[in-house]
């Protein structure tokens, strides 16, 4: 069995699937594209110490029996082939489509049951989640004007930043903890109320919204609240978005278009020289209106709004070092005696599979 790295053409994407480190634990032959992992700083010859063939992107190709990616290629694969990585397949149709048409077989990471103690090796989810919260921290540092920390100086006490994280899974926690460590006061608000343990447990104060719904939904999600929960929501999330100095959302439910908890009446309480940073912000909207990804508005009452980007991508090598973890835990998990195996029995095979001999699954999670 041949594994094969193409480099990655999405633009502004740096990460690479695979990176040397993880090229020796797997028990298959490696085929790497060159200059595949240079976004990330990975080159060609540390590919090729760690054992991998070299070779171009066409030779890759035609030679590797399972693609490993991060977004899916658009080249066209072939009959028997595998393609391993993040591939959105609800976003996909058309390429879904075609995958199954050619006999591919699409196994696509974010599909997978989180939940499962067995599968968090593989969860690439929440690896990359992970990246975004901790980085989306030193954004919104970056772009605040004021010290994160309390300073005691020869010239006064100078307070420490006030810092809002709405949403937290993943990437609102780790953004919680990153906050704390540069000496933030950071308070935290989900809508699934089991959040507060993990939110308090990081040192941050949980904030409480009388009368708010709760929105727990399936495996561990949030649900879509409904349009009358949403503004009510809002209207009571605003006066602590007002007092905030830095507000960083990551509210995201299964599915749907992400939930707008930051109104732009809400941005026009806020005082000047506060930041928000949208993780959320993507092609459907984000949790901050009118926020757009890889752009930073600043409004007319001098607040500073960050559509987050790929942030990710912008940790290539931490990242990408993270995902080739989970991309060889999958391979562990599909791959007996050299050959490719898919127990279609598995909870989590069945859930990973996309499309195999020519079949369209449509998965379990999400
Ligand atoms: P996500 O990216 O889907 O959403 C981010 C957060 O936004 C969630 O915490 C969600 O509750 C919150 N949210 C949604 N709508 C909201 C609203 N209107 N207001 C405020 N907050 C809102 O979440 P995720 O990071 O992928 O994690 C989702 C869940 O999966 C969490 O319960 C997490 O603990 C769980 N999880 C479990 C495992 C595991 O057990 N191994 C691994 C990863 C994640």
Redesign the pocket.
């Known amino acids: 069995l041949t594994v094969g790295v193409v480099r990655e053409e999405t633009p502004g994407e740096r990460r690479v699937a695979l990176v040397p480190g993880a090229v020796s634990r797997l028990p298959t032959g490696v085929v790497v594209q060159s200059g595949a992992g240079a976004g990330a700083w990975f080159d060609d010859d540390a590919y090729a110490q760690a054992g991998a063939r070299l070779a171009s992107r066409a030779e890759v190709l035609a030679t590797a029996d399972v693609i490993v990616c991060v977004h899916p290629p658009e080249d066209a694969l072939r009959a028997g082939q595998a393609l391993v990585g993040l591939l959105q397949p609800q976003r996909r149709p058309d390429a879904v489509a075609a995958w199954a048409a050619a006999g591919v077989t699409a196994i696509s990471l974010d599909r997978l049951p ?4 067995r ?2 090796a593989m ?1 690439a ?2 690896s990359q ?1 992970s990246v975004a919260g901790y980085k989306a921290a030193l954004v919104a540092a970056t772009a605040y004007g004021g010290f994160f920390p309390l300073l005691t100086t020869a010239a006064g006490t100078i307070r420490p930043a006030g810092v809002l994280v ?8 780790q953004a919680i903890g990153t906050a704390r460590r540069l000496g933030a006061v950071v308070s935290a ?4 109320p ?2 507060r343990g ?1 939110v308090e447990s990081l040192g941050a104060r949980f904030v409480d919204l009388p009368g708010a719904a709760s ?3 399936d ?7 409904t349009e009358e929960e ?1 503004r009510a ?1 809002q209207a009571a999330l605003a006066e602590h978005i007002a007092r905030a100095d830095v507000v960083i959302t ?5 599915g749907g278009r ?2 707008v ?1 930051v109104t732009e009446d809400t941005v026009k309480l806020m005082r000047a020289g506060a930041v928000v940073v949208d993780l ?1 912000a993507g092609p459907l909207g984000g ?1 901050v209106a009118g926020s757009v990804p890889d752009t930073t508005v600043v409004t007319d009452n001098g607040v500073t709004v960050i559509g987050a980007g790929n942030l990710p991508a912008t940790m290539a090598p931490a990242a990408s070092t993270a995902y080739s973890r989970n991309i060889t835990a999958v391979l562990a998990h599909l791959v007996r005696d050299g050959a490719l195996s898919l127990d279609l029995t598995d909870e989590i095979t069945s859930a990973l599979v996309v499309t195999h001999d020519g079949v369209t699954h449509d998965g379990g999670a ?1």
């Open positions: 989180r939940t499962l103690s599968a968090q969860d989810l929440t989640a709405l949403g937290t899974g993943v990437a609102g926690l608000y989900d809508v699934r089991q959040a993990e929105g727990s939904g495996g561990g999600y949030a649900r879509a609240l949403g929501q990551t509210a995201q439910v299964p992400p939930p908890l959320a949790n999400r």
